[in-house]
Nanobody, 117 residues
Framework: QVQLVELGGGLVQPGGSLRLSCAAS????????LGWYRQALGKQRELVAT???????NYADPVKGRFTISRDNTNNTVSLQMNSLKVEDTAVYYC???????????WGQGTQVTVSS
């Protein structure tokens, strides 16, 4: 079992920055790819960014160059630094842990990010 707890989120103006953090707990976290997904109102959940235990990173095209994902394997956290935020980044952001060995996925409870003037 893996538990994920997100921190951060909130309201920010276009062009601003926010940082999301996710604390992961459980056993065997080294076999999990950690990441962030988001779901805007009325839309499907979509990938934002993922990072493996070894540091391999994948970004969705809409956030490349603006968002930075990082992982602290000592403290079992994954963070998402979001810069140059746009109105279209408004969504509920979910922390995700997906096993690279089995078909197992865990989700956090989600945190709202609203970009508005």
């Amino acid at each position: 079992q893996v538990q994920l707890v997100e921190l951060g989120g909130g309201l920010v103006q276009p062009g601003g920055s926010l940082r999301l953090s996710c604390a992961a707990s459980g056993t065997g976290l080294g076999i999990y790819r950690l990441g962030w997904y988001r779901q805007a109102l009325g839309k499907q959940r979509e990938l934002v960014a993922t990072i493996t235990y070894g540091g391999t990173i994948n970004y969705a095209d809409p956030v490349k160059g603006r968002f930075t994902i990082s992982r602290d394997n000592t403290n079992n956290t994954v963070s998402l630094q979001m810069n140059s935020l746009k109105v279209e980044d408004t969504a509920v952001y979910y922390c995700n842990a997906r096993s690279i060995l089995k078909d197992i996925t865990y989700w956090g409870q989600g945190t709202q990010v609203t970009v508005s003037s």
